[in-house]
């Protein structure tokens, strides 16, 4: 199978720049850019094994570029097909209408396996670097070099992915495209099943004995030739019968991805706790609305996986939804003021945009209690303060 769709290749910058509807010298500009400029550094958790994670937020200018990257080449289709056991952050327009990339449809794969293998990659946005991605455009996508190396430009920090670029995980998810794609043709003639989430391989056979020794092999051997490796404190062989077989959280033992019966419990007893809590006065509180959201996240869980706890957990949540407080009125009056003063030269941008959405979405709080009031200054701001904003196209 091949990563290309039907669309033909970028040949030239002059045909980068028409194909994602932007100046020449604009991107040019934007990719000479110091790092220190393209990209702030922001605070993340750390990761599961104590170390810091280093995330970047893109510039205005990177980020416009980058949004453009994303919607014109990997949602779309026709410029890249993607690979059937590739999962995670690949976005619904890039696939056939219906299909889903997420940890559930990863699970899916693996359902009624006797045996998994479980591997992570090392440090893996960190590893793929600058001539990797030229390299995919140019062997892959069938591009030439300039525009390819233009476009690894645009996308990479001090000669890697930045995690927190908006086109990072779709590059990476791509990057291994030449040696996954030969692993996963060996693999599959050893009626294995091979999927990778992101940087989590997960390999699974109907054979509870099955010896995976050569497989990691080939895995080491394919990473190795693109600069990556294994984590081997992550490496791990899980057989049906001595524990639940689990892939991104889910029992996969069934015919369908189930949650552990532990975790439906503990999502019944947060759900449980929230209700308990929502008295008339802690409804209005900060404190009780982050608990609610927290609980209706992770009662949502259940329907992913079309659970029968889920409808139960959701009545009972809905029925207590938080309620609007004194403040929440003053900041829409406040918010609905600066959109209103600023209009006329902040309308086209992305911050004006994100304001007026914010608004919609505390008014909508506020019509739980008051819908009049609420309707009333929402019908008004979008008469007559619509953003025009329309993001990447």
């Keep these: 199978m091949s990563l290309r769709g039907t669309a033909g290749p970028i040949k030239s910058v002059r045909k980068l720049a028409q194909a994602l509807g932007l100046g020449e010298d ?21 990761k599961q094994d104590g170390q810091p994670r280093q995330v970047y937020s893109p510039s205005p200018d990177v980020r416009i570029v980058q949004a453009r990257i994303v919607k ?3 949602k779309n289709p026709h410029v890249v097909r993607w690979p059937p056991y590739i999962f995670g952050g690949i976005h619904r327009d890039a ?7 997420d940890h559930v449809a990863c699970a899916q794969k693996h359902c009624g396996a006797r045996s998994l293998l479980k591997l992570d990659i090392r440090n893996f946005f960190d590893n793929v670097n600058y001539d990797m991605v030229v390299e995919l455009m140019v062997q892959q996508l069938g591009w030439t070099v300039e525009p390819a190396q233009l476009l690894a430009d645009l996308c990479t920090r001090a000669g890697c992915l930045p995690q927190g670029g908006i086109t990072s995980s779709y590059l990476a998810l791509l990057s291994l495209y030449e040696v996954e794609s030969h692993a996963f043709r060996i693999i599959s003639y050893k009626n294995l099943v091979y999927t990778r989430y ?10 509870s004995t099955y010896d995976y020794a050569p497989i990691v092999k080939i895995i080491e051997q394919g990473l190795l030739s693109k600069g990556l490796s294994i984590n081997a404190a992550k ?10 077989l689990l892939v991104h959280g889910l029992n996969v033992a069934h015919k369908h991805p189930t949650l552990p019966k532990a975790e439906v419990k503990r999502i019944k007893a947060v ?9 008339e006065e802690g409804r209005r509180t900060n404190g009780y609305r982050k608990r609610y959201h927290r609980s209706m996240g992770l009662v949502n869980k259940m329907a992913r996986v079309s659970s029968t706890s889920h409808k139960p957990a959701l009545d009972k949540l809905k029925a207590v939804r938080p309620l609007p407080n004194f403040i ?13 003063s600023l209009y006329a030269s902040k309308k086209t941008g992305y911050w004006y945009w994100r304001k007026f959405n914010v608004l919609l979405a505390r ?19 979008k008469n007559h303060y619509k953003p025009e904003f329309q993001g990447p196209k």
Excluded: C
Aim: hydrophobic share 35%.
């Design 26 to 46: 604009y991107l040019k500009r934007v990719a000479r850019m110091d790092d220190s400029l393209k990209y702030k550094s922001v605070t993340a958790p750390a």
């Design 72 to 74: 014109r080449f990997f």
């Design 95 to 101: 696939l056939p209408p219906g299909e889903k990339r």
């Design 198 to 207: 992101v940087d989590d391989i997960t390999i699974s056979s109907k054979v």
């Design 235 to 244: 490496t791990s062989i899980r057989m049906s019968g001595l524990e639940p």
């Design 271 to 279: 759900s449980r706790q929230t209700v308990n809590d929502a008295g």
């Design 328 to 340: 929440d009125y003053e900041i829409a009056t406040e918010t609905a003021h600066t959109l209103r």
């Design 363 to 381: 008014l909508d709080l506020i019509g739980i209690e008051n819908p009049d009031w609420a309707k009333t200054l929402r019908q008004y701001m």
